[in-house]
């Protein structure tokens, strides 16, 4: 039976399962990783990089997911898709072995090639380069026009004439000469800003342009211009694409501009401006505003405004700070910063000396003040000016440097902390420790709510609470504006709230939050695995929203839209669940409405916890990997809330296909 047994072993030979190929050095150097990734607002298109992660060329790829067919771009960078989802805008690299020949060749920086700017149409197939592109900028939230700006061209060099010796050149015809010489493209002078009406051939040219902008839902934008001649001197000019009008705003021949902005739909605007003359050190910045309302922008602040006067003479507008317009319109912010002194230019090199001085009983390592050096040259202290009352707030100094405002910057609270009175225990404690206050917006009042308390503060969506996580006390606190009251919301009773893994000898910290619901009505705060509903009032019980604590997996929310303030509270999360025994992870799906949890995808791999959204539309793509598996993205359609099953999802990038 033995001699029977080993014929038919060696006659039928034992079939073993297949198994990858060992990776080889070439192999690795072939590796790619996956960047920047992109999806149309109507989920019909992605895009993303394969770069390599030694050397080479990046690789655009375009996935239609119609066709399921992908177009490949060589040496593509900054990938992006117009709001209508009509065009793929990139820019295009010289090749890099190209560079490297003429590098060592020593050809001069301004000589090599440039990029080039692509505009891909998605609806026809067609594409179209445009050469010596320095960069370009697409509508965030409205579509039909673009801008790019041309790399500086100088032109060719004049061949100097010979000499004519019948001729003595006067002095005076030498000055009239020197000053026809024509301005040139230059990093100082600006370059050429084409504006670009995609699906025409409309374009408007605007020369010489140092800093642009569009607005981010009206269709306009701002640019600064540093002037080509007398009929087009330097300023600050708004191009309306409706009508392609250019309206001067501000016009200065020797001016300088910076730090353009705009409300939302591009109806008021600030910026910077330097119309002294002078050869002053120090530069007197003017704050500049501007609404459809005036004709010309107006000077809205400067160093002679009344709001730095008394404590803070001798203070500027900040050439550091850009000015932000609140969501409504109403509140425009701006940065205001104290003068640095100046070096004594009146002394000869050898004659500075060149010391450097420190205290031992600093608040600050000497280490962090020059790691911190040119950070702190350029800080600024906001000031809120209303707009409709005409208004000066003065809010930041240096005794309370750190402020947090509300996104939207339309409430009437900010936050403000500072933990300098305690820099010292910063060299041993592992949390900064900070006196937090609450400060009116109209009036510029503070109202100090913690001190010395080692916490990290934030402001709710609507500025209704101030919410911070006490180390010493291991528990989430909320101070209301309303009642002007601080209550303590955890207790570890019903669930432990603080970090039950912490191993180090400092105070554990929480597992954090998901966000609020709409109103500041309740707040969704994490254990080691659920989700809880928290009333900051106090006046409901808290309610445990998952129930992963039963089977060691842990829920936590995944935020789809970026712009996402609050959480409404009927809505339906996308959660990311890790099960600590199994150590597999996927999504699920709660109802805030009825509190059911779904239980969506799940397996033997690592989840992504940033899957990317179509703004329009139910497209999800995401990436998952474990020890076998490279994490290529794959493309799903979001089930709705009667659908169980999931469509099947689709792989779209295959970035290393030697692994397999």
């Known amino acids: 039976m033995r001699s029977l047994g080993l014929f038919f072993l060696l006659l039928f030979p034992v079939i073993l399962p297949a198994q990858k190929k060992a990776l080889e050095l070439d192999d690795v150097q072939r590796w790619k990783k996956i960047s920047d990734t992109r999806i149309t607002p109507d989920g019909n298109w992605v895009a993303y990089l394969l770069a390599p992660t030694t050397e080479g060329d990046n690789v655009l790829?375009?996935?239609?997911?119609?066709?399921?067919?992908?177009?490949?771009?060589?040496?593509?960078?900054?990938?992006?898709?117009?709001?209508?989802?009509?065009?793929?805008?990139?820019?295009?690299?010289?090749?890099?072995?190209?560079?490297?020949?003429?590098?060592?060749?020593?050809?001069?920086?301004?000589?090599?090639?440039?990029?080039?700017?692509?505009?891909?149409?998605?609806?026809?197939?067609?594409?179209?380069?445009?050469?010596?592109?320095?960069?370009?900028?697409?509508?965030?939230?409205?579509?039909g026009w673009m801008a790019y700006q041309l790399?500086?061209?100088?032109?060719?060099?004049?061949?100097?004439?010979?000499?004519?010796?019948?001729?003595?050149?006067?002095?005076?015809?030498?000055?009239?000469?020197?000053?026809?010489?024509?301005?040139?493209?230059?990093?100082?002078?600006?370059?050429?800003?084409?504006?670009?009406?995609?699906?025409?051939?409309?374009?408007?040219?605007?020369?010489f342009v140092r800093e642009y902008r569009f607005a981010k839902r009206g269709d306009n934008m701002l640019a600064y211009s540093t002037g080509r001649d007398s009929s087009f001197p330097a300023g600050v000019y708004r191009f309306t694409c409706a009508d392609r009008q250019l309206k001067p705003l501000f016009q200065f021949e020797k001016g300088k501009f910076a730090q353009l902005a705009l409300d939302d739909w591009g109806r008021q605007t600030a910026f910077l401006a330097d119309t002294d003359t002078s050869k002053a050190r120090i530069r007197p910045w003017q704050l500049c505003y501007w609404t459809d309302s005036l004709d010309q922008a107006i000077v809205?602040?400067?160093?002679?405004?009344?709001?730095?006067?008394?404590?803070?003479?001798?203070?500027?507008?900040?050439?550091?700070?850009?000015?932000?317009?609140?969501?409504?319109?109403?509140?425009?912010?701006?940065?205001?910063?104290?003068?640095?002194?100046?070096?004594?230019?009146?002394?000869?090199?050898e004659e500075i000396v060149n010391v450097e001085v420190w205290a031992w009983n600093s608040n600050r390592l000497y280490t962090e003040l020059e790691n911190s050096l040119s950070t702190d040259k350029k800080r600024s202290y906001p000031v809120v000016y209303h707009i409709d009352g005409n208004k000066f707030v003065p809010l930041g100094d240096p005794d309370l440097p750190d402020w947090r405002f509300q996104e939207q910057r339309e409430a009437g609270l900010a936050l403000a902390y500072t933990d300098e009175p305690y820099?010292?225990?910063?060299?041993?404690?592992?949390?900064?420790?900070?006196?937090?206050?609450?400060?009116?917006?109209?009036?510029?009042?503070?109202?100090?709510i913690a001190e010395n308390l080692p916490c990290s503060p934030s402001l709710s969506p609507d500025a209704h609470f101030i919410l911070w996580w006490s180390y010493p006390d291991t528990a989430w606190f909320a101070w209301s504006a309303g009642p002007n009251k601080t209550r303590q919301l955890t207790f570890n009773q019903a669930s432990c709230f603080f970090n039950t893994e912490h191993n180090t000898p400092s105070d554990p910290p929480a597992y954090g939050m998901a966000g609020w619901l709409n109103g500041d009505a309740t707040l969704l705060i994490y254990d080691r695995y659920d989700i809880w509903q928290i009333d900051p009032t106090g006046k409901t019980e808290p309610r445990r929203l998952t129930q992963g604590r039963e089977d060691h997996v842990r829920y936590r929310y995944i935020r789809l839209d970026p712009e996402e303030r609050a959480i409404a509270p009927d809505a339906r999360l996308l959660l990311h669940h890790f099960n600590e025994d199994t150590r597999d992870e996927g999504y699920a799906w709660l109802d805030l409405g009825s509190g059911i949890v779904s239980p969506w995808l799940d397996g033997a791999y690592s989840y992504t916890r940033r899957p990317l959204k179509a703004e329009k539309a139910n497209k999800l793509v995401y990436d998952r990997q474990n020890y076998q598996t490279f994490p290529d993205l794959y493309y799903n359609t979001i089930p709705d809330r009667t659908k169980r099953m999931p469509p099947p999802e689709v792989r779209i990038s295959d970035a290393n296909p030697q692994t397999a």
């Not at 019948?166 to 000055?175: D, G, H, I, S, Y």
């Not at 225990?425 to 510029?444: H, I, M």
Request: glycine share 4%; hydrophobic share 30%.
């Open 61 to 143: 790829c375009l996935w239609n997911a119609k066709t399921r067919q992908t177009i490949r771009f060589e040496r593509a960078v900054s990938p992006n898709f117009t709001y209508d989802s009509r065009y793929l805008v990139f820019q295009v690299k010289p090749h890099l072995d190209t560079l490297k020949a003429q590098r060592r060749r020593k050809v001069k920086k301004d000589d090599l090639p440039k990029d080039s700017l692509a505009i891909y149409s998605l609806t026809t197939g067609q594409m179209e380069t445009i050469p010596d592109v320095q960069s370009y900028a697409l509508p965030e939230k409205w579509a």
């Open 151 to 207: 790399e500086p061209v100088k032109p060719p060099k004049e061949k100097k004439a010979a000499p004519d010796s019948t001729r003595a050149e006067k002095p005076a015809e030498q000055e009239k000469d020197k000053k026809k010489v024509k301005k040139e493209d230059a990093k100082e002078n600006g370059s050429r800003l084409v504006l670009r009406q995609l699906g025409s051939e409309a374009t408007d040219t605007i020369y």
């Open 300 to 349: 809205l602040a400067d160093t002679g405004s009344v709001f730095l006067s008394d404590e803070r003479t001798g203070w500027n507008i900040s050439e550091h700070a850009r000015p932000v317009f609140s969501e409504d319109g109403e509140k425009l912010y701006f940065g205001i910063a104290p003068q640095l002194p100046l070096p004594d230019t009146s002394l000869l090199s």
């Open 423 to 448: 820099g010292l225990y910063r060299q041993w404690e592992s949390y900064p420790r900070r006196d937090v206050y609450a400060v009116d917006l109209k009036t510029g009042i503070r109202q100090k």
